[in-house]
């Protein structure tokens, strides 16, 4: 599940103090204004993620390209990681015997 998918949903930023930023659409065909504001947030590559203090300044450039990123906070992008990390998470080996039951010899 990507961060689209999962954190698009409207939260309240003011209160947290680090924001992660997900680009989360492609760069090409967008206008030359958002571009520059992409390339200040050092969001270059798709669903690439940065982190952020949280001022008005970034606020106001979030605003601005608002269509073309997420915005997560510490808690969520923090959930975000762990759900992916225990999905990813290593799991027992499945073991297949190809090899016939052995013949019990009870009939004598």
Not at 62 to 84: F, G, N, S
Request: charged share 25%; net charge positive.
């Amino acid at each position: 599940m990507n961060a689209f998918k999962a954190f698009k949903a409207c939260v309240p930023i003011a209160w947290s103090p680090h924001l992660y930023i997900t680009l989360v659409r492609g760069i090409p065909g967008t206008r030359r204004l958002h571009r520059r504001t992409l390339e200040a947030l050092r969001l270059r590559k798709c669903n690439r993620t940065v982190m952020r203090w949280n001022t008005p300044t970034v606020r106001g450039m979030l605003q601005q390209v608002k269509r073309l990123v997420v915005i997560e906070t510490e808690e969520m992008y923090k959930a975000r990681k762990q759900k992916d990390a225990t999905h990813r998470a290593l799991r027992a080996p499945l073991v297949v015997n190809h090899l016939p039951p052995p013949a019990n010899d009870s009939s004598q």
